[in-house]
């Protein structure tokens, strides 16, 4: 943390059955660029209360004054709705020089899932999309537009409309104090949820450590047992287990597959520049390919998890043309991502991907493209495709090259003992010919 507070994002969250009290155990780290979670204290609480967590703040305040020599600054921090966690970051807001308190997005789609348990898979789909749109926004302006076409296409829907959905949306995500949950609030790579820290937290459930020790094997401890597990977490994570702080984004390995399989079935594809315009050097068009259906198969693919057809998925988006033929080239597609995060790959703000696709740059410490998936993550499969096709590597560096040519005058290739490449006669060396080599051990 003893470094420049704009490059990390601070996060704290309690987990529980560690000790058999269930007392919970509060988690502060921060996590960089690459979304790589770095711990930095435990806390041990009597219960989730504005008190304890002002208290835990504090102490850590105190601890880095003691360890560091100066006060601590945090300029993002990351919560949920929770009450307790909030009110303690204010009680310190101008002493740590908070600029903002980002929400959660993974905990408000949860809880806007269980508002929405009942409803029809139609009606779910059209609150997400309009979910992501805002989530996406580069700006308040963009955010205020889709708000409004929020409230039109929900205030239409009859079910959405007798639960009040409209009104829980606004009063819970827009008009409160849990309402930065888009992406222009967070640098650009930097994590939107609080996962980093939670996935940590599984460290201790789940997670083995060199895949030899389990620190919990899924059972809970005594208070003093468990206080012994929080030191040998600290003192491998200060050790061994220590990650390095990343400096710069760098694709994740799901997003580096995902953009392989796209290739494998041609859904990539650069634009020559002179069908378009001219660009400068490291600039080029790539064109992400939509196949027919894709969309349609991906939505079913996520809600088949919630017990529907396959079917009744596709009807609930207005597509009921279902080829089997497709299924792979959908199942390429929606390799491992959000299908409403898929369809971002081809947006810029609200604009479609034009046909010439986007503009893509790939020069050192310049990585860039127009999607809104790069705008959030710092990386897309775009700007993947673009270095593969201009043989750069992940930070935009031209790659070395395996083979290198011989500079000045060449001569014949020869072996070691003066014989060229061909079967007979002698080389210019004067080695010896075959029938003078005597047998092994054995003297002229």
Not at 319 to 336: G, K, R, W
Not at 414 to 424: K, P
Request: aromatic content about 14%; proline content about 4%; hydrophobic content about 40%.
């Amino acid at each position: 943390m003893d470094r420049d507070p704009k490059t990390f994002i601070f996060h704290w969250d309690a987990t529980y059955k560690i000790d058999s009290l269930a007392y919970p155990v509060l988690v502060c780290g921060i996590s960089d660029v690459g979304r790589k979670f770095h711990p930095v204290a435990f806390f041990l609480l009597g219960k989730e209360s504005e008190h304890e967590y002002t208290w835990a703040m504090a102490a850590l305040m105190d601890m880095f004054r003691e360890v560091c020599g100066r006060a601590l600054k945090l300029t993002y921090v990351m919560a949920d709705a929770a009450k307790a966690p909030a009110l303690s970051v204010e009680a310190f807001y101008f002493q740590l020089g908070v600029d903002r308190v980002l929400m959660c997005f993974y905990h408000l789609v949860a809880n806007v899932h269980k508002r929405l348990v009942g409803t029809a898979l139609k009606s779910k789909a059209l609150v997400y999309r309009h979910i992501y749109n805002m989530h996406y926004s580069r700006s308040w302006n963009e955010l205020r537009s889709h708000w409004v076409n929020a409230m039109n296409a929900w205030g239409q829907n009859e079910e959405l409309a007798a639960r009040e959905f409209t009104k829980y949306f606004f009063d819970q995500w827009i008009n409160s104090q849990s309402w930065r949950w888009q992406v222009y609030h967070t640098p650009a790579g930097f994590a939107t949820t609080n996962n980093p820290c939670e996935a940590f937290n599984k460290h201790f459930k789940v997670t083995c450590v060199m895949c030899v020790t389990v620190y919990t094997e899924r059972s809970t401890h005594g208070l003093c047992a468990t206080f012994v597990l929080l030191g040998e977490v600290v003192e491998e994570y200060s050790t061994f287990q220590a990650a390095e702080f990343q400096e710069a984004a760098a694709p994740s390995d799901k997003l580096v597959y995902r953009t392989r399989r796209l290739v494998e079935y041609n859904l990539l594809e650069v634009v020559p520049s002179e069908f378009v315009y001219d660009l400068p050097n490291g600039e080029v068009f790539v064109r992400g390919v939509v196949p027919r259906h894709a969309i349609s198969l991906a939505y079913a693919f996520e809600f088949k998890l919630n017990r529907a057809s396959i079917d009744d998925a596709a009807a609930a988006i207005g597509d009921n043309v279902l080829d089997p033929s497709n299924f792979d080239i959908a199942a390429a597609y929606d390799y491992n991502t959000n299908t409403n995060n898929m369809r971002h790959e081809s947006l810029s703000s609200a604009t479609p991907q034009p046909w010439y696709g986007w503009r893509v740059r790939v020069l050192p410490r310049e990585l860039r493209c127009e999607c809104n998936y790069f705008f959030k993550n710092s990386s897309c499969c775009h700007v993947i495709f673009a270095l593969q096709a201009t043989k750069r590597d992940v930070q935009g560096n031209p790659n070395i090259p395996k083979t290198f040519e011989r500079g000045g005058p060449q001569r014949s290739q020869t072996t070691r003992f003066g014989r060229g490449r061909g079967r007979g006669g002698r080389s210019a060396r004067g080695g010896r010919d075959h029938a003078q080599v005597g047998r092994a051990l054995e003297f002229e």
